[in-house]
């Protein structure tokens, strides 16, 4: 029987944009190589500093952390493309799970490559690809599509752009707006089979099964809170 070959884990190389996966609510959540990728990079840059470094020092992880976030992506990103030309290892972190979903990551990876910095994915939690998994709905093909528009004009818009879409939907929306979208949802792309997962992983998880208005009419009856991962069945195929 052939022997399998074992994975290397060398040290973090310098110079190198690490994009690194984080837990998106239950601490367990993260990988071994995440683990030690966030313990020999040069610096960390987050999403949320306060956020990663509860996550750095429940793992006993001592680190110089440097916020970067849409509101400073546009004065950061060459910042720390400096530290990357210098040689420092740099890992790239989101508020959680994966970075550059939804998040101002794209930017930076854009940049590296363009000085032809080498970056590396260390593969980790996804809220949005943890409820496709679990809603029963297709999952051969789907289209994630991010937040919705805040203003209705704009969000019903889309969703009527999106009518005759047949892969599986999946959105992120936020607990105040939630309600408000399920109408659209039930009024332009009619009672398909959905689900509303809230607060993934997390001590009240809980996953929301029905059509929209089965489920707007059932976080009608309370106050919606955390966060929100919706997946509606696509438009009926041939």
């Known amino acids: 029987m052939k022997k399998l070959k074992k994975y ?19 601490l367990e959540d993260i990988t071994l190589r995440a683990l030690r990728v966030l313990k020999e990079v040069d ?3 987050s999403e949320d500093t306060r956020h990663t470094g509860l996550l750095l020092k429940h793992y006993g992880i001592k680190k110089r952390l440097e916020s970067y976030h849409d509101f400073n992506k546009e004065r950061k990103a060459p910042t720390l493309m400096k530290e990357l030309k210098s040689g420092r290892s740099v890992a790239v972190t989101s508020d959680a799970g994966t970075p550059g979903i939804s998040d101002p990551c794209y930017l930076l990876v854009k940049l590296a490559i363009q000085e032809n910095i080498k970056v590396i994915p260390i593969p980790g939690a996804s809220a949005f690809l943890s409820a496709l998994v679990v809603s029963g709905l297709p999952t051969d093909r789907f289209a994630f599509e991010g937040f919705l528009p805040v203003k209705s ?4 818009k889309r969703l009527e752009e999106l009518h005759e879409e047949k892969r599986t939907l999946i959105f992120y929306e936020s607990p105040h707006r939630l309600l408000k979208t399920l109408q659209d949802i039930s009024e332009i792309l009619g009672e398909r089979k959905m689900i509303v997962a809230r607060e993934l ?3 009240f998880e809980e996953i929301k099964r029905g059509t929209p208005e089965e489920i707007k009419m059932y ?15 696509g438009a009926k195929r041939g």
Do not use: C
């Open 8 to 26: 290397e884990n060398p040290l973090a190389e310098p110079g190198v944009l690490y994009v690194v996966s984080t837990p998106i609510g239950n």
């Open 43 to 45: 610096l960390v840059a």
């Open 219 to 233: 976080f009608q009856k309370s106050k919606v809170k955390g966060e929100l991962v919706l997946v509606i069945e």
């Open 153 to 156: 004009g704009r969000r019903r």
């Open 201 to 203: 992983t997390k001590k």
